[in-house]
């Protein structure tokens, strides 16, 4: 077993409060990834876990023991760390065995961990190669194997497919989410890229300024945002976050105002004393239609055209409210044209004054 729990987990330097009180419990097998902007804390919370950090206040618990006051060589940890941290003047077959060495692990041991790490990873041509004449994907390939080589209790990542570029991050991201499966080891992996969270994590934890704004598997996240920060950080493009203001109630819906003549009927319980509220859509929500059909007319700024999909760029009525429309294929639209569109039934979210999300809706659009 490999559970892991954070007790109302606190961090301060000196009087900077970085990290507060964070309740958080991870499974066995589970791949949970800390996920949020530059500062928010996502590395610190790692490195507390790792007891590379200390802990101002609360705990961590490691399979039930409490591990505060454990250095971080005795937890049974293993971190991947941004940059590859490799020894250029070992091969990589030393690389992956020095840790073990050291350990004192018998050699027998060591050469069955290192060759079964290289099969995991493909890196068995390598083994012989110094750091210097490998790819940047092969040596992060070779920093992952040195973690697995000491078989932890759990694996923690800090931001590793940051060095690579575009192309080899999308590959090292497929490599490391198949690696879970094939372990079925505990994972921690902490990223400020929302695109990763998406595809890797069984659950994201969605960090600001050191506190969690919300914990769920991904989908949960995407469809269901608890407040403003999470809708418009999860998602690319980000979801369409349109101000408005409640300008009628009636039995089981309301009527929201984003811009002149341009009115949103959502069907929600009567909410007394709510008048400024935000509406947000999700670029691919909305769909083109004549203009007899037309609920929402968009006038065009700048158009993506993406191949599979096009993207589109444009503002409602009077220049006010940027709105970003994501339509699959190819569609030939000019800048500062009209685009008629409609909004697709319940695919509508609502927050009020404070930035906390009304229960989901299905709704309506209307140009009055």
Do not use: W
Request: glycine share 10%.
């Amino acid at each position: 077993m490999a559970d892991l729990k954070l007790v109302n987990v606190c961090k301060s330097y000196g009087q900077v409060d970085v990290i507060h009180g964070v309740d958080l419990e991870v499974k066995h097998g589970e791949f949970v990834v800390f996920v949020g902007p530059s500062g928010c804390g996502k590395s610190t919370l790692l490195r507390m876990i790792a007891g590379l950090e200390e802990i101002t206040d609360g705990d961590v618990v490691i399979d039930g023991d409490y591990v505060n006051d454990v250095d971080a060589t005795d937890r049974g940890l293993a971190m991947v760390f941004q940059s590859y941290a490799l020894y250029p003047h070992m091969t990589v077959r030393k690389n992956l065995s020095f840790g073990l060495e050291i350990a004192r692990v018998a050699r027998q041991e060591i050469d069955r961990r290192v060759a079964e790490a290289a099969r995991i990873l493909k890196i068995e041509d390598y083994l012989d190669r110094h750091p210097a004449k490998l790819s940047g994907g092969q040596r992060q390939r070779v920093a992952i194997g040195r973690a697995i080589v000491r078989e932890p209790k759990i694996f923690l990542f800090d931001e590793p497919l940051s060095n690579l570029d575009a192309e080899l991050r999308v590959a090292t991201r497929v490599e490391i989410a198949k690696l879970h499966e094939r372990l079925g080891a505990t994972m921690i992996y902490v990223t400020h890229d929302q695109v990763e969270a998406m595809t890797m994590a069984d659950k994201i934890v969605v960090l600001r300024n050191g506190v969690v704004e919300q914990i769920g598997a991904p989908l949960d996240l995407y469809n269901h945002p608890a407040n403003l920060f999470v809708a418009g950080f999860i998602g690319s493009p980000r979801m369409n976050l349109l101000e408005g203001r409640v300008i009628g109630s009636r039995t089981g819906e309301i009527e929201i105002e984003i811009a002149d003549n341009v009115r949103i009927t959502a069907p929600i319980g009567p909410l007394p004393d709510v008048g400024k509220v935000t509406l947000g859509i999700r670029p691919e929500h909305f769909a083109r239609v004549g203009a007899e059909e037309a609920q929402l007319a968009l006038t065009i700024d700048f158009v993506e055209a993406l191949g599979g999909e096009t993207l589109v760029y444009g503002s409602l009525p009077g220049g006010s409210q940027p709105i970003i429309v994501k339509l699959d294929g190819q569609h030939l639209i000019e800048n500062g044209a009209s685009l008629s569109l409609t909004v697709q039934p319940g695919q509508m979210h609502v927050f009020d004054a404070t930035g906390r999300a009304l229960p989901k809706m299905r709704a309506t659009a209307a140009a009055a």
